[in-house]
């Protein structure tokens, strides 16, 4: 138990140990292996891709094994195939210098209202992204990806069990959700401040307000692109008075999954496990495509992380069983990589 031990640093232990064991018990791993181990994923791996592009000939590959990989609830690995991207923004309304008595309200406009107003023109109620051509550069799911998504198991009650839930977004059941897991994008609310939220009451009218949203992306949408296109969005709706600051942004990556790397990965993961599952793309993001880009390099996520391990929560854990069959299939994957 503790925070980091599943997100990240059980994964990085497993490729460690891995590399470890041959080197005792070999004297030398049978392909090269190089670690690149950086520790701001969670603010966005501001440095990955500079650094990349700096030591590109170093880290020239064949492969590459991703810094996590869940197991789901029937202890079989989940490798996927890919990572959505992401576009983090702070929408922020001011509209006047201080708080005033929220008795003014009739002559003061509300920043909160005028921020809600504003929300409620991004998506709809089913998760659609209404800002025009947010849509535009997505590809639909090859006949060989909606198979792979139609073969992936997806406990719904389970999944549901686990974080409390009654429903998903618009009802969503079978392959409507699954597709939209690993393949649409999203607009979420990931924050919202202003005036008053501490115990009791205040009758404020508060300031200004700010929101925080995270847009995740597939591949072919451009973070940059898609802020222009929230930015004309929001001024063609009457909200050109709202201020747009950009936190981050990162493409999305897919690996082909034809690639010869991608079944000797699940050969590796089938002996190890016993049975593995292969996944069109993670629902969540890290710098992926930065490495597919500068290394030209197919990438593929596999690991042990327990996919209910309550990453980024109170008792985060990881099973010390998983991180010991990963380190097996990480010791697989390199041997069989010279086959490749």
Not at 183 to 206: D, M, R
Request: contains cysteine.
């Amino acid at each position: 138990f503790g925070r980091g031990s599943a997100d990240d640093k059980g994964e990085l232990i497993t490729r460690i140990k891995a590399v470890e064991s041959y080197l005792k018990t070999q004297g030398d791993v049978p392909c090269n292996v190089t670690f690149l181990v950086e520790g701001e994923e969670e603010i966005g791996s501001m440095h990955v891709e500079r650094y990349l592009k700096k030591y590109k000939k170093k880290f020239s590959c064949d492969g590459v094994i991703w810094e996590f990989g869940y197991v789901d609830a029937k202890d079989r690995p989940i490798i996927s195939l890919g990572m959505k991207g992401l576009l983090y923004v702070e929408l922020s309304v001011i509209e006047s210098i201080r708080d005033a008595h929220s008795s003014l309200a009739v002559l003061i406009e509300n920043p909160a209202w005028r921020l809600l107003e504003a929300l409620k023109t991004l998506r709809d109620a089913s998760g659609k992204i209404l800002i025009k051509d947010w849509y535009k550069e997505v590809d639909s799911f090859t006949k060989e990806e909606l198979k792979l998504i139609q073969s992936e198991p997806f406990d719904e009650k389970e999944f549901k069990k686990e974080y409390g839930i009654k429903k998903f977004v618009a009802n969503k059941a079978g392959i409507a959700a699954r597709k939209a897991l690993v393949g649409e994008p999203t607009c979420n609310i990931a924050g919202f401040v202003s005036g008053y939220t501490g115990p009791g009451a205040k009758t404020v009218l508060p300031s200004q307000a700010l929101v925080k949203i995270d847009f995740r992306l597939v591949p072919k949408m451009e973070p940059l692109k898609q802020l222009d296109r929230l930015k004309r969005h929001l001024r063609s709706k009457g909200f050109g008075d709202i201020k747009i600051k950009m936190i981050h942004g990162e493409a999305a990556s897919k690996t082909n999954i034809f690639d010869p790397f991608v079944s000797k990965v699940r050969e590796a993961a089938n002996e190890s496990f016993g049975k593995s599952i292969v996944s069109v793309s993670s629902a969540g993001t890290g710098p992926m495509y930065s490495f597919a880009k500068i290394l030209c390099a197919p990438c593929i996520s596999i690991g042990g992380t327990y996919i209910f391990s309550r990453i980024h929560s109170p008792n985060e854990f990881a099973r010390i069983d998983l991180l010991n069959k990963t380190t097996k299939c990480v010791c697989r994957i390199m041997q069989k990589f010279n086959q490749v």
